[in-house]
């Protein structure tokens, strides 16, 4: 399985000037570092948590469909099933019919359920023959983002502002901040 952003959230969840007042930061020196840091916390909370947090657009693809009727989605909150494509050994595209599957958004992960006692077409191409688009994100400004989520940004931005010094991957002392894992727990999703 290969998960492939295709379009990237058009803003972030926390505006440069919203970060730079809570880090009491005047002035521009430091714009193009508190930017990246922006961006930075928003991608480790997606990546830990397996969210979108503004609309972007995502293509996951596979080499055969799972058993049963359903495929969990890798992402959420899940806004929309773009297209459900089929790739053939000779690279055609065949798209598969909307009215065959539906998107079960609620379901924790989103899920595609196939409709009915259909069953799913298979590609003829061995390798990710199948190709699911997919939009994803709380929505497309940075308000629609829950607050806890944004408060939790802000708190990485500040940490890693005031903690520049190199820190080796998996080392104690380069975990975020407790509070931020505070506030990040209602969104974890916990496997069973």
Do not use: C
């Not at 570092?33 to 972007?56: D, F, K, P, V």
């Not at 798209?95 to 196939?114: C, E, I, N, S």
């Not at 901040?177 to 209602?186: E, T």
């Amino acid at each position: 399985m290969a998960l492939v952003l295709t379009s990237g959230p058009a803003i972030e969840p926390v505006t440069l000037a919203e970060a730079k007042a809570h880090l009491r930061v005047d002035g521009s020196a430091e714009d193009t570092l508190i930017a990246s840091l922006i961006i930075t916390s928003r991608l480790h909370i997606e990546a830990a948590l397996g969210l979108a947090l503004i609309t972007q657009s995502w293509s996951i693809f596979l080499d055969a469909w799972p058993p049963g009727s359903q495929l969990a989605l890798p992402l959420r909150p899940v806004q929309s099933i773009a297209a459900v494509k089929l790739y053939a050994a000779d690279e055609s595209v065949a798209t598969v019919p909307a009215d065959t599957y539906q998107l079960d958004g609620a379901a924790v992960p989103a899920r595609l359920v196939r409709r009915g006692s259909l069953t799913w077409p298979k590609p003829s191409r061995a390798a990710n023959g199948i190709e699911i688009a997919f939009v994803a994100g709380y929505g497309d400004a940075a308000a629609d983002v829950p607050a806890p989520i944004r408060q939790a940004v802000l708190l990485l931005v500040a940490h890693w502002h005031e903690h520049r010094e190199p820190v080796a991957i998996g080392a104690t002392d380069a975990s975020a901040p407790s509070m931020v894992s505070d506030l990040l727990r209602p969104y974890r999703w916990v496997r069973l």
